[in-house]
């Protein structure tokens, strides 16, 4: 059983910045595609960042945040900076068996079948 625990949310004002923790019970090198989701109170949950042999991003957090990994520590890691109030949410990280089209991994939630049960954001302004 994968079991994924986030940590290293919390409050802070526009501007600021956070990073999120995501210890892995897995060995993340192994072909598992990576993932950071959120969700806004009323919204579908939504991708933020996924890597796999490289990181990739939605355009909203592009150049602000970066995901990252160390494999020794079996953690992904979700670097935000210059944070907005439109980035708060409740953070999930998660994980599937990759390649999952191809050779890629894609930001979608319904194909990641690990998750952990989160992390909250609140970005004031």
Not at 45 to 52: D, E, N, P, Q, T
């Amino acid at each position: 059983q994968v079991q994924l625990v986030e940590s290293g949310g919390g409050s802070v004002q526009a501007g600021g910045s956070l990073r999120l923790s995501c210890a892995a019970s897995i060995d993340i090198r192994s072909g598992y595609c990576m993932g950071w989701f959120r969700q806004a109170p009323g919204k579908e949950r939504g991708g933020v960042a996924l890597i796999y042999r490289s990181g990739a991003y939605v355009d909203s957090v592009k150049g602000r945040f970066t995901i990252s990994q160390d494999n020794a520590k079996h953690t992904l890691y979700l670097q935000m900076n210059s944070l907005k109030p439109e980035d708060t949410g409740k953070y999930f990280c998660a994980a599937d068996r990759g390649p999952q089209f191809g050779n890629l991994c894609v930001l979608s939630n319904l194909l990641y079948d690990y998750w952990g049960q989160g992390t909250q954001v609140t970005v004031s302004s």
